[in-house]
């Protein structure tokens, strides 16, 4: 059977996407961005499901492999382990995909990059094989359960959860970040209302429901769809965020009247355009983000959001920006670059692209931009920290370093600024922690205030 032009493509851009990644270990989500836009809708959908399920169940796709071949997967090129992993994984993962399109399809992707013909043969062979057998192939969640348990992550990572931890937890952690998470949205208040966009998802057949943990989150549990193919996406009716990243930005309330918030680490503005909802009348939003497409998708935002008046977009860093002396600001939050180790359900290569060393580094950037905000809050001001981070030295230890130097900014106990649905978030020394056991995206966020009086 030959398969369909299209199919072929996606199927061709997954791979050349996972071998990019192999030999660079960059970030795949830029490599997918750039190659699947020459892909109809319905190819990207199905080359970023294959990219991101090979390196979520990657450990697993390879022990599979092992199993049909006494050929060694070390000695094999990044493209011939590539298309056997993301050949397995459409016949244990995708099963609306029929087994003959899975392997054939696979298959002539080789043929089509002129590949040798006894590597072709050799794929081939491994494919049906696996086919064949499938039906009494261990699946990944027994694989998860067994003893010791496969559970598709680095042995280093895991071992430093457990440290963190405990076993139970770690492990439920490494068992969430294997399958996709839900596509979770923050209502626009200012353009819309929970309960109609809920009604407008559902008028167009999308099953939707409220979150667990933030008032303002709407989950849609399978949506293979483009994001900007929603119902509402134009009007600006929604921003794409994870409960938990919702949760943190309620950090910087309570908010005086003609409040002036500064996000330090704008990115695509997840969070700015929150601010700039949550603000008090007459109140302003300077967003500072120094990347120039994180700036421009910024903008974007934005505009689409309609909060173009309330916030200013700055194309600069927080250093070059704290340099032009502005007006001291009521909140400096500072969502900084981390490791992102609480998000690698969204962003699986992150598990495989972090080395142990890499957490100094990191934190060094946080303590950094964090002494830097401080000096631009005001007298009583607050000063709101987040991460996307689990770890220990990007969150805790980054707190208790910046108040050696700055004891006047004391830690206040987030619970009474999170909803009662939250509470369970809150640590005992008052920060939000939030981990992908509770079925949320790890964030870590802690509010300091600044004691010096006016
Ligand atoms: C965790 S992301 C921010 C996510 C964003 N707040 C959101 O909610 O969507 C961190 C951002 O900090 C930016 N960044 C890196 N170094 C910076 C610096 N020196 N000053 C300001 N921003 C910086 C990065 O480009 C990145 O967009």
Redesign the pocket.
């Known amino acids: 059977m030959k398969p369909a032009a299209n199919s072929t493509d996606a199927r061709t851009t997954a791979i050349e996407v996972l071998c990019l990644w192999a030999t660079t270990h960059g970030s795949v989500d830029l490599f997918l961005n750039s190659a699947i836009e020459q892909l109809a809708d319905i190819d990207r959908g199905l080359a970023k499901t294959m990219v991101y399920g090979v390196l979520r169940q990657k450990e697993y796709l390879d022990y599979i492999v092992r199993a049909h071949t006494r050929h060694p997967l070390r000695k094999m090129k990044p493209r011939t382990l590539m298309t056997l992993r993301v050949g397995v994984y459409q016949l244990l993962f995708l099963h609306r995909i029929p087994e003959s399109a899975a392997v054939n399809a696979t298959v002539n992707t080789l043929k089509a990059a002129r590949q040798p013909g006894w590597l072709v043969g050799f794929v081939n062979g491994v494919l049906r094989a696996v086919a064949r057998s499938r039906a009494t192939l261990p699946t990944a969640d027994q694989m998860a359960a067994q003893e010791p348990p496969l559970l598709n992550h680095p042995a280093w990572l895991i071992e430093r959860w457990q440290a963190q931890f405990g076993r139970d937890t770690a492990l439920a952690i490494c068992r969430k970040n294997s399958v996709e998470p839900p596509l979770t949205l923050r209502v626009n208040s200012r353009r819309t209302s929970h309960s109609r966009l809920l009604e407008q998802l559902h008028k167009s057949g999308i099953t939707a429901c409220s979150g667990l943990y933030s008032p303002l989150s709407v989950v849609i549990t399978t949506y293979p769809g483009a994001i900007t193919a929603l119902p509402g996406y134009e009007e600006g009716a929604f921003q794409v ?1 994870d409960e938990a ?1 919702q949760l943190a930005s309620l950090l910087v309330k309570p908010l005086p009247l003609r409040a002036r918030l500064l ?10 355009t929150h601010l700039a909802e949550m603000l008090p009348p007459g109140g302003a939003v300077v967003a ?4 120039s497409r ?1 700036y421009r998708l910024l903008r974007d935002n934005l505009r689409r959001l309609g909060h173009g008046q309330a916030v200013s977009a700055v194309h600069r ?3 070059t920006y704290a340099t032009t002396r502005p007006t001291l600001f009521d909140v400096v939050l500072v ?4 490791s992102g180790t609480g998000v690698i359900r969204r962003h699986p290569d992150i598990r495989w692209n972090r080395q142990p060393e890499d957490f100094a580094g990191y934190q060094q ?1 946080q303590l950094q ?1 964090l002494e830097i905000a401080a000096r631009l809050v005001k007298p009583a001001g607050a000063l709101v920290y987040a ?2 981070s689990l770890e220990f030295e990007e969150n805790e230890e980054v707190i208790s370093h910046f108040q050696e130097k700055f004891p006047h900014f004391q830690v206040e106990n987030v619970a009474e600024l999170l909803p009662e649905t939250a509470q369970r978030l809150v640590t005992g020394t008052g920060y939000f922690r939030s981990s992908p056991a509770d079925g949320l995206d790890g964030f870590f966020a802690a509010r300091l205030v600044n004691q010096r009086s006016l």
């Open positions: 965020q990243a996000d330090g680490c704008a990115g695509l503005g997840g969070k700015t500072v983000e120094p990347d994180r860093d927080l250093q969502d900084a670059p981390c950037t931009l991460t996307c």
